[in-house]
């Protein structure tokens, strides 16, 4: 469902520095229906490969297949079956929350038929009846990366991503939006881009691992943890690239 | 209009009217034509009352309100569109919501279509708001209604052509104050080199001189319609909303 084919990106290093490879040769595979935890320290290159597959960076060599459309030859096909969550939640302060997911829907394509049902869907499948009326821009943190969660889903695109969907939430707000993330599996494929072991361990069903723009590890959960936990892993591959 | 395109533009309009912005800059529009409309009033009574011979009222108060009041506007205009095109693109890059647009199966056409046709609702309700002065002339007075038809046909079409070309620069630019300035930059050059163009002469002034606005708005505030003038501005909107959408466009793809 996913297919990264050697995703590389670099950016300018400015006058008199080195171009900055932020990500190289990122290649992975994902099944249908699977969620998919992307693991990586800060700066490893999981918002920059993330950013690329979702068509909002380009990418500097290599390509992806989203839903069996290529992301530079199809673009606007992958972006109909795509739901994104960036990290900073894509919210209009100014609109209502159920405004808010009608427009997404309709820039999503929706049918302006089957508007309000999946409109009404989302605001259940999110738990976001009670501040439906409400302003996004009155919103708690948790509940904007709901909303967040919902116009990523407003359209039932097959392929979900979300970046650092719990950062910036206290621990409650957590749990909930694992739960609610941890609900998508089987109807969604989903990669999580994440550096909480936790959340990996707790959601995903595989991992990949990135450091310094490349995978070091990737593979089902339990062929990664059969030996060792996540967090030994972890520490083993980001010091294998030094 | 596609149906994406209508609910950017939907979106737009609803974002205007229910922020304080497009109220503030409302009223600071009509204040600004008020201010000028009454003074314009006063002139033309101190120069009633100063003229041994009456001039021909029709024809004076066309020539010493309506008139100079529409030129003004143009002006007040220029610093006007800026600070409402600067929000129009940059906003959305402040505020992370453009990733939105970007990841959505959206064309930059109907991203910017339906950001431009929000834009030429502000404008249109803005400028002709300001046409409450003129009107009152009509109902109290009897100036020739026909120019001032065609003046603020002049002034919309001016309204939508910088409305472009602020669009375009809002499209260029992630910080709202960069493209205020800039636009403002752009608008004032556009607008001012008519002069040193008229002073230069020969082909190249004369080709100066048919890029300004300038020069194509005089004809209407006199109240002649022209195709070529309307034809100008039609072609600036075209070049401004052309573009952005190159320029958005473009940023897909870097």
């Known amino acids: 469902m996913i297919e990264a084919l050697k995703l590389s990106r670099v950016f300018p290093g400015g006058t008199g520095s080195q171009d900055i490879a932020a990500a190289s040769d990122v290649s992975f595979s994902i099944g249908k229906g699977a969620i998919v935890g992307m693991l990586g320290p800060n700066g490893a290159g999981k918002s920059t490969t993330i950013r690329m597959l979702v068509t909002s960076l380009l990418p500097s060599s290599g390509t992806a297949r989203i839903?069996?459309?290529?992301?530079?030859?199809?673009?606007?096909?992958?972006?109909?079956?795509?739901?994104?969550?960036?990290?900073?939640?894509?919210?209009?302060?100014?609109?209502?929350?159920?405004?808010?997911?009608?427009?997404?829907?309709?820039?999503?394509?929706?049918?302006?038929?089957?508007?309000?049902?999946?409109?009404?869907?989302?605001?259940?499948?999110?738990?976001?009846?009670?501040?439906?009326?409400?302003?996004?821009?009155?919103?708690?943190?948790?509940?904007?990366?709901?909303?967040?969660?919902?116009?990523?889903?407003?359209?039932?695109?097959?392929?979900?991503?979300?970046?650092?969907?719990?950062?910036?939430?206290?621990?409650?707000?957590i749990v909930e939006m694992r739960k609610l993330i941890g609900s998508l599996r089987g109807e969604h494929t989903v990669l999580i881009s994440t550096h909480i072991l936790q959340e990996v361990t707790q959601l995903c069903s595989h991992v990949v691992m990135l450091a310094r723009g490349k995978v070091v590890l990737s593979g089902s959960l339990d062929e990664v943890t059969r030996e060792k936990s996540i967090e030994t892993r972890f520490i083993e591959a980001l010091d294998h690239v030094g | 209009m596609s149906a994406k395109a209508r609910a950017i533009f939907l979106r737009e309009l609803r974002s205007w009217f229910t922020t304080p912005l497009f109220y503030v800059l409302c009223s600071a529009f009509l204040l600004l034509s008020a201010f000028f409309f009454f003074s314009l009033i006063l002139q033309f009574n101190a120069v009633l009352q100063q003229s041994s011979i009456v001039p021909e009222t029709t024809t004076s108060l066309n020539e010493w309100v309506i008139l100079p009041l529409l030129e003004t506007l143009e002006i007040v205009l220029v610093f006007l569109i800026p600070v409402v095109t600067m929000r129009l693109l940059a906003e959305e890059r402040r505020t992370g919501t453009f990733e939105l647009l970007k990841t959505s199966p959206l064309s930059a056409s109907e991203i910017v279509a339906g950001k431009y046709f929000a834009l030429l609702v502000v404008l249109a309700v803005t400028v002709l708001l300001s046409a409450v002065f003129p009107a009152s002339l009509v109902i109290f007075s009897d100036p020739e209604v026909a120019p001032i038809l065609v003046g603020y046909a002049g002034l919309l079409l001016f309204a939508a052509a910088f409305g472009a070309i602020g669009l375009f620069v809002s499209s260029l630019c992630s910080n709202q104050t960069i493209s205020g300035v800039l636009s403002l930059v752009v608008f004032l050059v556009l607008y001012l080199i008519d002069t040193p163009a008229e002073k230069i002469g020969g082909t190249f002034g004369r080709m100066v001189r048919y890029l300004t606005p300038a020069s194509h708005t005089e004809s209407f505030v006199r109240g002649v319609l022209q195709g070529d003038d309307i034809f100008y501005f039609i072609s600036l909107i075209f070049v401004g909303v052309f573009l952005a959408a190159r320029a958005l466009e473009f940023e897909r793809l870097r």
Do not use: W
């Open chain 1, 67 to 173: 839903a069996d459309f290529d992301i530079l030859k199809n673009a606007r096909e992958v972006r109909e079956r795509l739901g994104y969550l960036p990290d900073q939640p894509p919210l209009y302060n100014e609109m209502r929350v159920r405004e808010y997911l009608s427009f997404v829907a309709r820039v999503k394509g929706v049918h302006s038929r089957e508007l309000r049902t999946a409109v009404d869907r989302v605001l259940d499948q999110c738990d976001l009846v009670t501040v439906a009326g409400r302003l996004c821009g009155n919103l708690s943190r948790g509940f904007r990366q709901r909303v967040g969660l919902a116009q990523a889903l407003v359209h039932r695109p097959p392929v979900i991503i979300l970046d650092e969907p719990t950062s910036g939430l206290d621990p409650l707000q």
